[in-house]
């Protein structure tokens, strides 16, 4: 039944996602008609001149890096809550889990305050948060580990508490600034938008998210069985400690890279895999792509929203993703069909 889904589904959701991505792309403060867009992608494609200076501009400089950056983060976060939740066998886990969103908030925090990192130039936010988030993953880690090892239980626990002391942190780092602008940038950061994004920001979060997506893909067996508990796993001959472990990086990684290039843009790895799994099933090996496509399908919908909704300005897509995810959340949770695990 999933690879009969799987084979109708997979290719549905390419095809709205492919529209999807060139719809945005006219899309922002200025709307651009779509044949201009198809135009100036057309040119590019085939090394033509542009027939609008201005338009090629907006759209091939500004636009369509962007778009590009909302699919693979909206697919990385989708994929990492699907990984999560099956490594700590939680409906309700999500990629921010092991306190990497609040660890990058406080490295985030801490550059725009003190101006930290500042040999990064136009990196320094991303390596600010970058560092902050791994090493938050790597103090849950080793807490962890310390206390027992890296059992479901233990992992959310230590996760939920070091996040809500790091969110303090970062409060914290903002109080002690006294500047309000300052303040309202760690905000705006925190609530996660995809404003900065061009054409230099696409190599590092693709190549990280095509890799962690493989190597999840490529263990999807052993997460299937690892989904049924910890004595079937072992029961098979799954490595269970070491697959938790490799995990565990993978996945810290993983959220790391994309939180230091968007902020914390919620509900997208809890709400997504629930919908991949009501969509295809519960396998891994089906579930995995049909999760990144929904999560890049739907990350590109609402950034395009928040351009639109109060334009010339825009929100950030945080306060939609959440606007939207919740309720979605308990439609998809209020299905008496839905079992985690076996949809």
Not at 112 to 120: D, K, P, Q, R
Not at 193 to 219: E, H, K, Q, Y
Not at 239 to 252: G, K, S, T, W
Request: aromatic fraction near 6%; include cysteine.
């Amino acid at each position: 039944m999933s690879r009969a889904r799987a084979a109708i589904a997979l290719p549905v959701l390419a095809a709205l996602l492919l529209a999807a991505m060139i719809v945005a792309t006219g899309f922002g403060a200025e709307t651009i008609p779509l044949h201009d867009v198809l135009d100036v992608l057309h040119r590019r494609a085939t090394g033509l001149a542009p027939a609008n200076l201005g338009v090629d501009t907006i759209v091939w400089q500004l636009r369509v890096p962007r778009t590009l950056l909302a699919a693979i983060v909206g697919a990385g976060l989708a994929v990492s809550g699907a990984g999560m939740q099956t490594l700590v066998r939680n409906p309700l886990a999500d990629p921010y889990l092991l306190g990497v969103s609040s660890g990058a908030g406080v490295g985030a925090a801490a550059v725009i305050t003190t101006g930290s990192f500042a040999a990064a130039g136009l990196w320094a936010l991303s390596a600010g948060a970058l560092a902050g988030a791994l090493a938050a993953a790597a103090a849950v880690f080793l807490i962890a580990v310390a206390q027992g090892g890296l059992t479901p239980l233990r992992l959310v626990l230590t996760g939920t508490v070091l996040g809500s002391a790091f969110s303090a942190l970062s409060s914290y780092i903002v109080f002690r600034s006294g500047d309000p602008a300052a303040a309202k940038s760690v905000l705006f950061w925190l609530l996660g938008s995809l404003a900065g994004a061009d054409w230099t920001r696409i190599l590092l979060p693709a190549t990280v998210v095509a890799a962690c997506a493989l190597a999840l893909f490529l263990s999807a067996n052993w997460l299937d069985v690892l989904n049924l508990g910890t004595d079937t796993a072992a029961s098979v001959g799954v490595p269970v400690r070491q697959l938790r472990i490799a995990l565990f990086i993978l996945l810290a990684v993983l959220v790391g890279v994309l939180v230091a290039v968007s902020g914390g843009i919620g509900f997208v790895g809890l709400v997504v895999p629930h919908a991949a799994r009501l969509i295809v099933g519960p396998r891994h090996r089906i579930l995995l792509p049909a999760s990144a496509l929904c999560g890049a399908l739907f990350l590109v919908v609402a950034d395009t929203a928040t351009r639109v909704l109060v334009r010339p300005t825009e929100i950030p897509v945080g306060v939609l993703t959440g606007l939207i995810g919740a309720p979605a959340f308990l439609l998809l949770m209020g299905r008496r069909t839905y079992r985690f695990g076996t949809a």
